[in-house]
């Protein structure tokens, strides 16, 4: 008997109190059903390092995937742009998250939106929040080798250009002014850098960096390519030892190469 016969069979002045009763049991039951659900496998890697990244995050990722709580405070409490300013928003991850631009740029105008571990899909989410609605005259993206990691699952080079030109797309139609930035070599010189080694093709990151390169010459007008990748590889085609100690992220000599170039591609773009 289904649900609705069995309710016209009822001559009671009190069905539509038992219906009720009745109809919010079965709701909760569903409820605590899918809660008691198991969360779904995340696929092993082969690599424990990012295994263990993958399954730190998965909350997150359900709940907030583009990390957008993370700079929504500083993000309304920031003042607009005084007249003559040239605010520029250093907008990456883990690279841009740990550069401290106040002490390689002192007065300059330049906000750091960057979140450790984050791929290209993630920074699309959170695009509009943190870059378009700070309005800066140019934004530096540096992104991708955490999408060749698989930090947010596999990804192919198809989607990451995909994803630089939604970016590209989302500047322009702004009147931001887009740097960017080449994917940085990597080196497996110590024990520290052999997982983020592994997880990152070199190969992989040359034709992301062809790829820039090519797209930032077919619209001069709208991006430059900053090319930090040529000035911070050794004779082996790896990330020189001395400017990152894990192999990844650079410490302050190659933070120091960095700033004078990322400086001139700004000082070029506001021209």
Not at 40 to 63: E, K
Not at 168 to 193: E, M, W
Not at 248 to 256: D, F, I, Q, S
Request: glycine fraction near 8%.
């Amino acid at each position: 008997m289904t649900i609705m016969s069995g309710l016209n069979n009822m001559k009671s002045p009190r069905t539509p109190r038992r219906f009720a009763a009745v109809f919010f049991v079965l709701l909760t039951s569903c409820a605590l059903g899918q809660q008691s659900a198991p969360a779904p496998a995340i696929p092993a890697t082969g690599f424990p390092g990012l295994d263990q990244y993958r399954a730190s995050r998965i909350a997150m990722f359900t709940d907030d995937f583009g990390q957008l709580a993370r700079y929504r405070d500083a993000n309304a409490a920031l003042k607009p742009s005084a007249p003559g300013e040239n605010r520029v928003v250093f907008f990456g991850d883990s690279i841009t998250d740990i550069w401290h631009l106040d002490e390689y740029f002192p007065g300059k105008f330049y906000i750091n939106r960057g979140i450790g571990g984050q791929t290209t899909p993630q920074m699309l989410v959170r695009f509009r929040q943190d870059v378009i609605d700070l309005h800066p005259k140019v934004v530096i993206i540096l992104a991708g080798t955490n999408d060749i990691a698989g930090n947010t699952g596999p990804m192919r080079l198809e989607d990451i250009e995909d994803d630089y030109a939604s970016l590209a797309d989302l500047a322009r139609a702004n009147g931001i002014k887009v740097i960017y930035s080449s994917v940085l070599p990597i080196h497996n010189y110590t024990d520290r850098s052999k997982d983020p080694f592994a997880q990152r093709s070199p190969e992989k990151i040359i034709l992301l960096n062809q790829w820039l390169k090519g797209y930032c010459a077919a619209v001069p007008k709208d991006a430059t390519y900053l090319d930090y990748f040529s000035a911070m590889v050794d004779d082996k085609g790896l990330l020189k030892k001395d400017l990152a100690d894990d192999g990844l992220h650079p410490n302050a000599a190659g933070y120091k190469i960095m700033a004078p170039m990322v400086e001139a591609a700004i000082e070029r773009a506001l021209k």
